[in-house]
């Protein structure tokens, strides 16, 4: 069985992908780069030595079985291990700022990179228009026209303002489950960040919920970086220019990135065996 | 022979006899069925009739007083044989001032002490000293009373109360002798007394927040402390807010302690360094001696009146409590 | 081994437009205002932090100074004969507080045996039945439990004590009784919750066998609920062991060594109240005595609770 790839594979970068050794400095065109990243939890390495870029505005899908580290790794991006005990050795860069250099504020790195979650977590008290500026308003920006302008913005990227522009003032909670996920990406937005993470956003919805977000995400990636873990290996042919494809090492506990390029050479043409049969096994 | 495993089978429509006997051979039948059914509504049946009980044989006790005086009872209270007047609107009012001392002393206290233990603090430390607090919650209020009056009470007599005097701009507040037992003593005992409700509870509300909400906060770019301001205390409210309203209802109802430190007055008190009187502490102190008839007939009046106030209090804390539980229910 | 391939090449289309420029001059005012304000945002939150850190020192300063200074005056109070003499008539030196031990330790035994089994059989009624009796009850155990102590022991004066009703005296019977209403609503909702921490599944694999309810009630039931029901009775005993105001009507408080329940009685909390509102050092010192072994009573079932609740809980799973 062949697999169609019904992403935006022609707008890609022009070239084949070429072999590159770890350490190597950061390709020109990529937005994040992973440089030899472990992450570990007490004792326990959890994902050891990524080498992994996320190429500027595109959609870079990290899959591969559960528990091989793709979540940590996403995490590690934007520092969000700090504060849960876990330790991130290596390189990170977003743009030029070096994640994990001693002077990088955490809260400056989030705020460059927008982060969108497995189950929709919109602020349960808070109106949709709250919901949708809380970036902002958490980073210091108070002027009114700013904040309409942004939430405006970040709603019609989200696909939501046409629903919700009468009802900005009414309780977040009240949206569908698809709704609130859409909510969540406006909030992540709303605050212009170069990169968005996105981790499994769409595993708790229904499959129409799961085809809007789908095609948000191959829309949004005209103006932002994203990396999207999923679990769902059609999801990742059919929104994804690039695919990373990581796996648990011989140890049977620790997660490694074994494969990764552009989506339609990682399921049709593979190099490593181990994708080749994961990709076979899931898809085929 | 049918093994219905729920109770509650809605039962083929019979005549109500029929259908009386029809569960009764049914439930009796099954084996096991009858000795246990019985253990359990007497339970029920037992515990219905205290709870009634307790309503029915208080408003009993105190008609005499009420049907004395009427609804006025609610203000100026009944004279007993020797023209000794039990004011019921100054224990009233009383009541309410050191509740309200006690809650603006402790909320903001025992809040903050919540955040810190649920959010703030390493586990290390807010283990034990969550713990702790939960333990001295069960210190006795006997034992706070004691402490208050022979401890905090010439505390405040010879510091708290002198200092508090010179304070510009609060006279009104703080003025005349500083005697010790007052207003304001009998208020902070009730807010140490609270103190580890309003913890606790506090500290499960704002420990029930979806992690997820925190990490929202935090991925937006959030600092420590705007994670707390954003996310979790907003979604902790309604539970800080039940916290506070059952705070209230155990300062509201708390007697013993109280009555050992509040200096025992029974006129409107000028200023929270004055003693007062308190529904409780009214009732402890003249009990014993009230004469049978109108005389204890009318404290029985004001037990009345105390209860009333509580149970109003804590069944809107309950109310609270629950619509926090099913708005939790519907998200999950 | 990972061999990591990167895409070569660049290619990016430009943004243009209107929108983009929007964007931009957006993305730009958030970097700056989120870089400006990060210090006062730190800021804030230290000052918070740090208000959070006085609150803890604030409220755990008068608890802890409160055991404290109790345990020091208790303690030199403290001796072999305080706690086996009867209390010596006022202005005579010695004496001690075994009347008040015994009569408090026969008050709560009664209390127990009369509210751990009508709790614990009420809270069956509640785990087995659903509706509007069953919300009824729970709630009326949930308000019950914020009534005033003072109007249960008014209550037990009404029904036990006062003229005409069933003892017609003080009694330590009726002390009892007023402590199990006050006990009652703790042990109904501490062991609903415990029961229904059991999985459904149990009950009705054991009725599915064939087994009869009570014996399913008792075997599997009651068993798994166990360290629930053990650590909510404890706590309930340790509620209403400190307890003063429901026994100042009703057992009156007795310096005699009383062992008869339908009798008046001492109890350790009365004694505390009767000796430590009398002006005289003497009579605070055996105040402060008594107090410290209130204190370590109570410390000591509540520590009790939370050992056996946790060792159970460990032992089950």
Same mark, same amino acid.
């Given at each position: ?49 990524? /080498? ?68 929709? /977590? ?16 958490? /980073? ?26 009468? *009802? ?5 909670? *009240? ?29 708790a919805l229904d499959p129409i919920a799961t085809a809007k977000i789908e095609e948000l995400i191959t829309h ?31 140890? *049977? ?32 | ?80 044989? =020797?023209?000794?007047?039990?004011? =019921?609107? $100054?224990? $009233?009012?009383?009541?309410? $001032? ?42 006795? +209020? ?42 304001l003593l009998a208020g902070t005992v009730l807010a140490v007394m609270i103190l580890p409700t309003i913890v ?54 708390? =007697? ?40 204890? +007939? ?35 | ?84 003499? %009867?209390?010596?008539?006022?202005? %005579? ?92 609503? %703790? ?98 010192? %055996? ?31």
């Amino acid at each position: 069985m062949t697999i169609e790839i019904t992403s935006n594979v022609e707008t890609s970068p022009g070239g084949s992908p070429g072999q590159s050794t770890p350490g190597a400095s950061p390709s020109p065109t990529a937005a994040v780069s992973l440089r030899g990243v472990n992450v570990s939890f007490g004792k326990h390495r959890v994902v050891r030595d990524v /080498n992994l870029d996320l190429v500027r505005n595109r959609v870079t899908a990290l899959v591969g079985p559960s528990g091989c580290g793709k979540t940590t790794i996403l995490r590690a991006i934007n520092r969000l291990h700090d504060d849960s005990g876990g330790k991130v050795t290596g390189q990170v860069l977003v743009g030029d700022l070096d994640v994990y250099a001693r002077d990088t504020q955490a809260e400056l790195v989030r705020s460059r990179v927008g982060m969108v979650f497995q189950r929709p /977590n919109p602020f349960p008290t808070m109106s949709i228009f709250d919901n949708v500026v809380a970036g902002l308003r958490l /980073n210091g920006v108070r002027s009114k026209t700013v904040l309409r302008e942004a939430a405006e913005s970040a709603l019609h990227h989200a696909a939501l303002w046409d629903l919700v522009k009468d *009802r900005l003032h009414s309780p977040a909670v *009240r949206l569908s489950g698809g709704q609130q996920q859409r909510l969540c990406i406006a909030r992540a937005l709303a605050v212009e960040p170069e990169v968005l993470l996105m981790d499994e956003p769409c595993s708790a919805l229904d499959p129409i919920a799961t085809a809007k977000i789908e095609e948000l995400i191959t829309h949004l990636a005209t103006d932002v970086t994203i990396g999207l873990v999923t679990h769902n290996m059609f999801q990742a042919t059919r929104v994804s220019d690039y695919t990373a494809f990581f796996l648990l090492g011989d140890d *049977r506990a620790t997660g490694e990135l074994v494969e990764y390029g552009d989506t339609k050479t990682i399921f049709e043409s593979p190099h490593d065996p181990r994708t080749r049969a994961y990709v076979s096994g899931e898809v085929g | 022979m049918s093994t219905t495993l729920l109770e509650e089978v809605p039962p083929p429509r019979l005549t109500p006899i029929e259908g009386v006997k029809e569960g009764l051979q049914r439930r009796w039948a099954r084996p096991g069925g009858r000795a246990y059914a019985v253990l359990r509504w007497t339970g029920a049946t037992v515990f219905a009739v205290i709870v009634l009980g307790l309503v029915v044989s208080l408003l009993a006790s105190s008609s005499q007083a009420f049907g004395h005086s009427g609804l006025s009872f609610l203000w100026s209270g009944t004279y007993n044989a =020797t023209k000794d007047i039990y004011p =019921t609107g $100054i224990f $009233i009012i009383g009541t309410l $001032i050191t509740t309200a001392v006690a809650i603006i002393l402790a909320v903001p206290i025992g809040v903050g002490t919540a955040a810190f233990l649920s959010e703030l603090a390493p586990k290390w430390l807010a283990g034990p000293l969550s713990v702790l607090i939960d333990l001295i919650a069960a210190v006795p +209020s006997i034992v706070v009373g004691l402490w208050g009056l022979l401890v905090l009470s010439p505390v405040f007599a010879r510091h708290v109360e002198p200092f508090l005097k010179k304070i510009p701009g609060l006279e009104w507040f703080f003025h005349g002798p500083a005697y010790g037992p007052s207003m304001l003593l009998a208020g902070t005992v009730l807010a140490v007394m609270i103190l580890p409700t309003i913890v606790a509870l506090s500290r499960t509300a704002l420990q029930g927040v979806a992690n997820e909400d925190r990490e929202a906060a935090r991925a937006l770019g959030a600092t420590r402390w705007q994670v707390v301001r954003t996310a979790v205390v907003p979604g902790a409210r309604t539970g800080i807010e039940a916290a506070v309203i059952l705070a209230m209802g155990r300062a509201l109802g708390e =007697t013993i302690a109280v009555a050992m430190v509040i200096g025992n007055n029974n006129a409107l008190p000028h200023s929270l360094l004055a003693p007062g009187a308190t529904l409780g502490s009214a009732i402890i102190n003249n009990f014993g001696e009230a004469n049978p008839g109108l005389d204890r +007939s009318s404290i029985i009046g004001l037990v009345v009146v105390l209860l009333a106030i509580t149970a109003l209090v804590n069944v809107g804390g309950q109310l609270l409590l629950r619509r926090r539980l099913r708005a939790e229910g519907a998200v999950a | 081994m990972s061999a990591t391939v990167f895409p070569g090449g660049a290619g990016i289309p430009s943004d243009s437009g209107a929108l983009a420029d929007a964007i931009g001059a957006r993305r730009e005012l958030v970097r700056q205002s989120a870089r400006r304000s990060l210090g006062r945002r730190r800021l804030v939150g230290r000052i918070a932090i740090g208000l959070c850190v006085v609150a803890v020192a604030i409220s755990l300063a008068p608890l802890v100074a409160l055991v404290a200074y109790t345990t020091s005056r208790g303690v030199k109070a403290l001796s072999w004969s305080f706690l086996t003499h %009867i209390p010596t008539p006022p202005g %005579i030196p010695g004496g001690g507080i075994s009347s008040a031990i015994v009569g408090s330790l026969i008050i709560i035994g009664l209390a127990v045996v009369m509210a751990v089994p009508i709790g614990t059989m009420c809270a069956l009624f509640l785990v087995e039945r659903r509706g509007r009796l069953a919300g009824a009850l729970r709630f009326a155990a949930d308000v019950l439990t914020g009534v005033p102590s003072i109007a249960l022991g008014i209550f037990a004066y009404a029904v036990l004590v006062g003229p005409g009703s069933l003892i017609g005296h003080f009694s330590g019977l009726a002390g009892s009784f007023a402590l199990a209403v006050l006990m009652l609503p %703790i042990v109904v909702r501490a062991s609903e919750a415990a029961m229904r921490t059991v999985p459904r599944d149990l009950w009705e694999a054991g009725l599915a066998l064939g087994v009869r309810r009570s014996r399913v009630v008792r075997s599997v039931v009651l068993r798994g609920a166990l360290p629930g029901l053990v650590t909510g009775n404890l706590l309930a005993v340790a509620r209403a062991v400190g307890e003063t105001a429901p026994l100042l009507f009703t057992v009156l408080g007795s310096t005699l060594l009383a062992t008869n329940p339908l009798q008046p009685m001492g109890a350790l909390s009365l004694t505390i109240y009767s000796n430590g509102t009398q002006p005289y050092p003497a009579a605070q010192e %055996i105040a402060w005595g008594t107090a410290f072994v209130l204190l370590v009573l109570v410390l000591a079932l509540s520590v009790v609770a939370r050992v056996v609740s946790a060792r159970l809980n460990r032992q089950a799973r």
